[in-house]
Antibody
């Protein structure tokens, strides 16, 4: 079945970086753009960015520009999200989510139909 | 881009119907029929319940329905069941992704 499986929980010190993986299965990896969304404890959902698994192009939310890098490995059907210069406010569950929709002219439109199980990242000294 | 506005909480008794509103602007909710709704139980990933304003993914109960009027989208749950108790988020995704703040549904 279609699923996204993420890497395990991480504990990092302030200033460090974290890299979370999301392995796709059950569908053609390169046919669906992938997003990253995070959720701080007790808070709502926050969009971080998107990657095209086919060509590797990315677009990031302004808030994370310069700190986030999204990459993919088509040989293993895996996307990665790396966040650097971590601070306590980055403590959150990080989700990958597949797009249900279309992309045209550099913009995408739709919804998120498949989600990973989430990866808890804790930033603490 | 500001977050979409949802009520912090709603409640209802089993068997009743409830509606959760999601208010945006003419630049997001009002411009496109691309509002989606997600259900999230504690400790779980969000689950897509409604997309393109009113479409249900396969496997989602027809007790869940979506609609829109102007800059406000709505999620209606009829025949409330205990398992519907969860957080619900709306989202507008038309070039830019904007989430609502979330609504906690309590089934009394």
């Amino acid at each position: 079945q279609v699923q996204l499986v993420q890497s395990g929980a991480e504990v990092k010190k302030p200033g460090a970086s974290v890299k979370v993986s999301c392995k796709a299965s059950g569908y053609t990896f390169t046919s669906y753009y992938m997003h990253w969304v995070r959720q701080a404890p007790g808070q709502g959902l926050e969009w971080m960015g998107i990657i095209n698994p086919s060509g590797g192009s990315t677009s990031y939310a302004q808030k994370f520009q310069g700190r986030v890098t999204m990459t993919r490995d088509t040989s293993t059907s895996t996307v990665y999200m790396e966040l650097s210069s971590l601070r306590s406010e980055d403590t959150a569950v990080y989700y990958c989510a597949r797009i249900l929709g279309y992309c045209s002219g550099g913009s995408c439109y739709g919804a998120f139909d498949i989600w990973g199980q989430g990866t808890m990242v804790t930033v603490s000294s | 881009q500001s977050a979409l506005t949802q009520p912090a909480s709603v409640s209802g008794s089993p068997g009743q119907s409830i509606t959760i509103s999601c208010t945006g602007t003419s630049s997001d909710v009002g411009s496109y029929n691309l509002v989606s709704w997600y259900q999230q139980h504690p400790g779980k990933a969000p689950k897509l319940m409604i997309y393109e304003g009113s479409k249900r993914p396969s496997g989602v109960s027809n007790r869940f329905s979506g609609s829109k009027s102007g800059n406000t989208a709505s999620l209606t749950i009829s025949g409330l069941q205990a398992e519907d108790e969860a957080d619900y988020y709306c989202c507008s995704y038309a070039g830019i992704v904007v989430f609502g703040g979330g609504t906690k549904l309590t089934v009394l």
